[in-house]
Structure formats: structure tokens, C-alpha cells
């Protein structure tokens, strides 16, 4: 374990920089992926969101997915805010749970991707044709909702990958603290 010098410091904010521009231009290049055409297309802000979740502490986490969140509502054409709360509320569990019981797999990335997938497709059906007693609205589950929520949970394989290679070559190391350094050398010294 080392101790940062002022040349890893420098070191450390280019890493973190290069880090989070890149991930905006993937939120970007899912967004523009969203927007293009007419087909039933996957929607690739939320396993995006997810990968940037589980790499990051709480706060970047719940900004990330208030941002994807409204991007999504604005290629959707939903209400403003409602899928940026669920995708807030999302992210900032999925950081809490890679932070204190998960650890970076790709298992668990797609079991947390197909359950906040299927979360945000069935409270899109609930809110926008169940409860307005639509007639067919099990047409449009079975058409449209489904088939998106398949094709988000086979794209975020990936941007898994995509999102794994950025963090296997941009994601700084952790680095101990001055006050950590003498603690640990004076345990071993003890012994």
C-alpha cells in the first residue's frame, strides 16, 4: 500500500477526470442510440446507470441517475422527473449495496439490471395504461413493454464490457492515508 505523493496526486485527478468524461460520452452516445429511430429499441440508460452505480460512492451515484432518469423521460416522452426519482432511488441502492455487500461481478450487475429493468417496465405500465383501464392494455404489455425490457437486459452485456474496460484502466487505485500508514506500521511493529 503506498502513500500519495504530489505525482500520483496529479496522477489520480487525470485517472478520475478521464474517468467520468468518458462516462458522460457513453450516457450520451446511449442517449443518441435512444433517440434514433422508430423500432422498439433497448433502453440503454439504465444498466448504464447501474455500471456507473456500482463503481461510485452514493452522491455521484444518485446525480447519475437523476441525469440518466431524465434523459430517459425526454427520449420516452414520460413526465419529467418520473423516471429520474426511480432511477435516483435505484442508483443510490445499487452504490450501497456494491459498497457494503456485493462484489463487482457480472452476475450480480445483470440480476440488479433485469430487476431495475423490470421495475421501471411495470410501473410504466401500472402508471401509463393499467390504472387508465385501456382497452388491450395487456396488448401493449406483451408488444412493446416486454420486448424493451428483454432488449435492455441483453444490451447491458455490452456496455458492461464497455463500461468494465474504462474502469479497468481509469479507476484509481486506493491509496493510504498518512494516519492509516502509521497505524498499520505501528500493529506490525507490535507483533
Keep these: 500500500m503506498k502513500i500519495k505523493a504530489s505525482k500520483e496526486k496529479k496522477l489520480f485527478i487525470f485517472k478520475n477526470s478521464l474517468r467520468y468524461f468518458l462516462y458522460a460520452f457513453i450516457i450520451l452516445v446511449c442517449f443518441t442510440l435512444m433517440m434514433s429511430g422508430r423500432l422498439l429499441k433497448p433502453v440503454l440508460l439504465i444498466p448504464a446507470s447501474i455500471c456507473i452505480a456500482m463503481n461510485t460512492k452514493e452522491l455521484p451515484s444518485a446525480f447519475t441517475g437523476a441525469f440518466c432518469g431524465l434523459?430517459?423521460?425526454?427520449?420516452?416522452?414520460?413526465?419529467?422527473?418520473?423516471?429520474?426519482?426511480?432511477?435516483?432511488?435505484?442508483?443510490?441502492?445499487?452504490?450501497?449495496?456494491?459498497?457494503?455487500?456485493?462484489?463487482?461481478?457480472?452476475?450480480?450487475?445483470?440480476?440488479?439490471?433485469?430487476?431495475?429493468?423490470?421495475?421501471?417496465?411495470?410501473?410504466?405500465?401500472?402508471?401509463?395504461?393499467?390504472?387508465?383501464?385501456?382497452?388491450?392494455?395487456?396488448?401493449?404489455?406483451?408488444?412493446?413493454?416486454?420486448?424493451?425490457?428483454?432488449?435492455?437486459?441483453?444490451?447491458?452485456v455490452p456496455l458492461y464490457l464497455v463500461f468494465m474496460l474504462v474502469n479497468r484502466f481509469l479507476m484509481p487505485e486506493r491509496h493510504l492515508t498518512i494516519a492509516e500508514a502509521i497505524k498499520i506500521n505501528r500493529e506490525e511493529n507490535s507483533k
Design 71 to 156: 434523459l430517459i423521460d425526454i427520449a420516452c416522452g414520460k413526465i419529467f422527473g418520473y423516471n429520474a426519482f426511480i432511477l435516483t432511488v435505484v442508483c443510490t441502492f445499487v452504490s450501497l449495496l456494491y459498497m457494503n455487500y456485493l462484489r463487482k461481478k457480472f452476475i450480480n450487475f445483470l440480476l440488479i439490471t433485469t430487476l431495475s429493468s423490470l421495475l421501471c417496465s411495470m410501473l410504466d405500465y401500472v402508471f401509463y395504461y393499467n390504472i387508465w383501464e385501456y382497452e388491450n392494455a395487456e396488448t401493449i404489455l406483451h408488444t412493446v413493454i416486454m420486448p424493451v425490457f428483454a432488449y435492455t437486459v441483453i444490451s447491458a
